[in-house]
């Protein structure tokens, strides 16, 4: 029987398993207690209940809607989380979940006309805020464009029937897809683009090309969600990083968090929020200018020791870590 752990304090069982798409399921959850959250929102996971092992997901179920607490994950070969939850979790098993967390959400947006727009995994929270505003908002007006590899990877393939969307599929293209990449000519078709709110999900590559172009036809309120892992190629100038424990020297440019500095030069390091709340990403910094923008989880004597959220940690020169 796992435990709770201080991050993960609401248990949950596992109530049924779907298969979404061939890398993709949806793991359906009991709450005994009522478990507060919004469209939109995601919730840390302990992983194996351990308490320094946490992953990030989105609440994919919409609350007042779905009758369970759900999360859908992709499996990632090698993936600490999405191996367990997707190979090893069975139905009738038990998960530890944080509160939930997160701003990329839609009940506090006045507008009547919203944009949703999502890319592979990204449809998680888009469709959590679509049901919720399909029963809070039925006159809005949402329009969803939703892009994904090939048809097979559409996630919520039969739920999309219910509601208006413009599915792009980048190979195989069938009817009722159309072929290729999100363009500005698609965007373009959208009624009333500028005076949208605009909210996407989905990888780092794909929400920096959506905020470019929406922004050029317009648009002026645009909210994105860091969903997945922005991994930049590994930088050859700019600050210096010295890593003793295992010894290695790597580079990173001005203006990197050290997670990302971190990630870009594939140092392991444990990050689950994202957001300086969780802890997993817990680094020693033993020389060098750095600031920083939380401290949750880290007592006094641990900053006096150094030690910072690589998530919250930007470097203003060179550091030497630990």
């Known amino acids: 029987m796992t435990m709770p752990t201080p991050q993960c304090p609401w248990r949950m069982q596992v109530h049924h398993i779907r298969q979404e798409t061939p890398d993709v399921w949806t ?15 995601y919730a840390l996971v302990s992983i194996r209940g351990a308490s320094d092992t946490l992953r990030a997901y989105t609440l994919s179920s ?18 600490a989380g999405s191996e367990w939850l997707t190979r090893d979790i069975k139905r009738g098993d038990y998960l530890w979940l944080s509160d939930a967390q997160g701003e990329f959400t839609c009940d506090d947006q006045p507008a009547d006309k919203l944009l949703l727009l999502a890319a592979g995994c990204g449809v998680t929270p888009v469709m959590s805020m679509r049901r919720w505003l399909a029963k809070n908002r039925p006159d809005a007006d949402v329009q969803v464009i939703f892009s994904v590899r090939s048809p097979e990877d ?4 039969d739920e999309w029937r219910h509601y208006p969307v413009t599915m ?18 698609i965007l373009e078709s959208v009624p009333d683009l500028a005076a949208r709110t605009v909210m996407t999900c989905g990888p780092a590559p794909y929400m920096e090309w959506v905020e470019e172009n929406v922004k050029l036809l317009g ?15 590994a930088a050859t100038s700019g600050m210096k ?22 990630e870009s030069n594939t140092v392991p390091v444990n990050a689950a929020c994202r957001a300086g709340v969780c802890g997993s990403c817990k680094t020693q910094v033993i020389s060098g200018e750095y600031t920083v923008t ?21 470097p203003q020169g060179d550091l030497v870590l630990a």
């Open 154 to 157: 559409v996630i919520f393939a």
């Open 241 to 262: 990083f010295t890593k003793l424990q295992p010894a290695k020297e790597f580079y990173a440019p001005v203006g990197t968090t050290l997670l990302e500095a971190l």
């Open 62 to 79: 919409t609350p007042g809607v779905s009758e369970f607490i759900t999360l859908t994950v992709r499996r990632i070969d090698d993936g």
């Open 294 to 314: 939380s401290t949750m989880t880290l007592t006094e004597e641990e900053q006096k020791q150094g030690y910072v959220l690589a998530c919250s940690c930007h």
């Open 219 to 233: 648009v002026t309120r645009f909210y994105k969600e860091k969903f997945f892992t922005p991994v930049a190629k």
């Open 27 to 41: 793991l359906s959850l009991l709450c005994h207690d009522a478990y507060p959250y919004r469209a939109g929102q």
């Open 168 to 185: 792009v599929a980048e190979n195989n293209a069938v009817h009722g897809f159309v072929a290729g990449r999100l363009s500005q000519a």
